[in-house]
């Protein structure tokens, strides 16, 4: 069965890259030609560099470890939540908090924070454990979107505070949750990083670097490829580009997470064993043997 056919990537624009006077010269390996000032991107590389970062997730996915989907452009943050929570992984798509991966323990100290501030909207002897959090807080939002006091059930902690604490505490917990919402439930450091336009997310890139993360990237012809593991070389502006390769890259996930085997209940998660080295680096991933451009077979 095919993984992508090149007429899919044709219609979803994903060969256009930027202007010729805004291109990356290390992205020559991956350019066909150039037309009306706009550099084309050769299909056959996107086509390999997206079979190379299916097989490397797939695997990733196979052992149980976790990958952190992120694009913060608006074209690709509602693809980024849709995808990322189709598979169940985490994400980040409103802005990357410095220190995500680096600084990590701090990261967990923000999310203890958020659970403490959902905590007050809660019944008296209600665990947060036992309630689907963002759900019910959604719950207690008013039409214009802001949390409504009125809304929490009697004996809320929350109703025992002023009302300048209860908007001091509100706004505290809007910020957490817009920037935190997609990562609350990863509990340990993922395996490998999904990254749209890594000349955006470099932040992202480089503290993956610093880890050790693997960086699976749709990259677009003014990005430096030496920056990534596994370039996907794509148009990252065009959102119906960015959502065909992240539904790919989501089903190669799941595809990974159909081969657990299943965990008995109350067992932990075995720890996790060292990751795959990827097949590629850089612009030395497009020297790969060449593949049919009409389809590539799993």
């Not at 994400?91 to 923000?110: H, M």
């Not at 963002?134 to 109703?159: F, W």
């Not at 910020?175 to 000349?199: C, F, S, Y």
Request: aromatic share 4%; with cysteine.
């Amino acid at each position: 069965m095919a993984i992508v056919q090149v007429k899919d990537l044709i219609e979803a624009g994903v060969h256009f890259g930027h202007r010729a006077s805004r291109w990356n010269p290390k992205m020559r390996p991956y350019i066909y030609g150039k037309r009306n000032l706009i550099h084309i991107i050769d299909l056959r590389e996107t086509v390999r560099g997206l079979l190379r970062a299916y097989r490397f997730l797939a695997q990733v996915a196979s052992r149980g470890s976790l990958v952190l989907f992120v694009g913060t452009k608006r074209q690709a943050k509602e693809a980024i939540e849709r995808e990322a929570a189709r598979c169940g992984m985490p994400y980040v798509s409103e802005r990357w908090l410095g220190g995500t991966l680096t600084n990590y323990r701090t990261i967990r100290d923000r999310l203890r924070r958020l659970q403490e501030l959902e905590s007050m909207w809660l019944p008296p002897h209600d665990s947060p454990g036992k309630v689907d959090m963002p759900t019910y807080m959604r719950s207690m939002l008013n039409e214009s979107g802001k949390l409504e006091l009125s809304k929490a059930p009697e004996g809320a902690a929350i109703r025992g505070y002023s009302k300048k604490m209860v908007a001091t505490l509100n706004r505290e917990l809007t910020k957490i949750t817009r920037n935190l919402q997609g990562i609350r439930e990863m509990n340990r450091l993922p395996d490998a990083l999904v990254v749209v336009d890594p000349h955006r997310e470099d932040i992202a890139v480089k503290e993956a670097q610093r880890m050790g993360l693997t960086t699976v990237a749709l990259i677009d012809t003014d990005s430096d490829p030496d920056t990534v593991d596994l370039p996907i070389p794509g148009n990252d502006d065009s959102i119906r580009s960015i959502e065909l390769m992240l539904a790919k890259l989501a089903d190669a996930v799941l595809e990974g997470k159909a081969s657990l085997p299943p965990e008995p209940h109350g067992v932990a998660v075995k720890p996790h064993q060292p990751r795959p080295i990827p097949t590629g680096n850089g612009s030395n991933a497009g020297q790969a043997s060449p593949k049919p451009v009409s389809a590539v077979a799993t």
